[in-house]
């Protein structure tokens, strides 16, 4: 290949790659912190900066998930940009630029032609499985990882092995996924290298060690959270099912990369199958937590397995032909997504508009209750958003806590989320006779069983109670039910102090109002509780109002 060759092809595909990147996700810049970013930043405000200094240095697990090489971006970012979401925005899609560079270098270094290099790298660099890597800061850690582990791959190759090695400590550092580089290594060295395992022992001992550590530690920091790892055969195909199929973006068709090595008797299929299999590792014991962005690393793998195949003679074309029919269904995916999370942005950057308000009306709260949030938000992200906005340590709490009625005495205050007009109410204790579930104020009043609100009610489960205060007048009681169950009516007893008050008995979803004589009641305050007849795992019906009032 002549030099002009080497020059123009990889300037083409280098432009290709950009352009389709920047295009396809322009939408990206209309949209908003998610809530894992606005909770990691919450917190990185306060933390010193000699503390992600000792954990990038540590060879210790962090049970909390604490990723130094990914949170100093954060803390930096904070510093400089505050809460401008496209100086986060562009942080990541650079990074994801950088990776896509790599990936061609990786590609080049195990002897690929440049065409084919580039064919593999556009399938690297524009699929939508793991498009939220372009357009969610909370993805950062991804992206830094394949950064550092195609820089440990690329200088392991070229023989840098200490280089290599930093970049192997850093990429473990921005995400635990990285704990497998130095089996990867060993497969590059098996099928591609010469063969030297003695560089290959710092890689592995240390390989070791966090494996350990995590599997042993994190195991029993994680039990009873979406991180909590399992081993069973059934979660095992769970995971294996969802990340194969992801490929492709069709069920089942990825699987059919596994025949490769069989149709492509080639060294470097077989490295580029094992290092996507290896990077997989980590994530099958997690069944609880499959997300598509986890792709991200391992898919930088399979870039070099769709470079050798199109390099074979027998392999051009039909790679040239499915990346033809291939950019054109990676767009209709990320078509589909979008409004979705435009939506989701809009309504997370209502939220914090709505909580600087709050803050500067209540700026010397030092607890603070946070009830409801924007789906996208989670509670995590809300408490992170108030947590970002006051300047000084708050102590927090959300309305999903179990037991929360415990420590309501010490709330002066609530901010609750209202999703329809997407403004945050606030609400103190009242003392309320009749309680409006969309009332702030009610949500000091409500103890166990007790869900999210939801536009005019809020879920609950059986049993649920809440506490209220004697008044003149008949007991109301409107509550809606949402799900119909397969053996009906449903059935709800409304019981006043432990004793049977009534029963509301619903045929279909609908909503039921009905009232009760003045009951006779006795003492300064009574519980209210409402049981749903049978045992249901999932909540079926909602609350809207109840109290007393007198009759209109």
Known sequence: MT???RTWIPALFGVLCVSLVLSANFGAWHGYFQGDDLDTLGWTRFTPFSEYLKWLASP???????????????????????????????????????????????????GIGQVAAGLGTLFFAFHMATIDAYWKPQFLFDVLCATFSLGCLILFARRRFVLSFICFWLAYK????????????????????????????????????????????????????PYALHFTWRALAHTSSFYFSKIFLTRWVGFALLLAPILFRDRRVYFALAAFCLFLVPLLPLSDRTVDTYLYVPLTALAVMVSV?????????????????????????????????????????????EARRFVVRHPDVDTLLVAGWPLALAPWGARGVFRLLYDRPVELHSSDEPALYQVMQRMPVVAEWLSPNRSLQEGAPANLSYIQLTDARSIFQLREGWGQLMNDARWFNSPATALIYPAPGDFFCTLRLVKAARSMPVSIDVMLDGRLLGVMRFRSAETQTMHWPAPDVSGPVISVEFRVEGDRDQPLAQAVSFGFRREQ
Request: hydrophobic letters at 50%; glycine letters at 6%.
């Open 174 to 225: 921005s995400k635990e996924l990285a704990v497998m580089l130095p089996f990867v290594l060993a497969a590059y060295e098996f099928w591609i290298g010469e063969r030297r395992w003695k560089p290959l022992l710092p890689f592995l001992i240390v390989g070791l060690s966090f494996g350990l550590q995590g599997a042993v530690v994190g195991h029993k920091a994680h039990v009873g959270t």
């Open 309 to 353: 195949i199109a390099a074979s003679p027998r392999g051009t074309q039909a790679t040239a032909v499915l990346l033809l029919f291939w950019l054109p269904w990676n767009y209709l995916h990320s078509r589909s997504g979008r409004r979705y999370e435009l939506a989701a942005a809009a309504e997370n950057r209502a939220y914090v508009d």
């Open 60 to 110: 210790l697990y962090a049970p909390n998930h604490f990723r130094p090489a990914g949170h100093v971006i954060y803390y930096f970012l904070w510093r400089t940009a505050w809460l401008s979401f496209p100086w986060y925005l562009l942080t990541l899609q650079m990074l994801h630029l950088l990776n896509v560079y790599l990936v061609w270098k990786l590609i080049c270094t195990v």
């Open 3 to 5: 030099n002009q060759d």
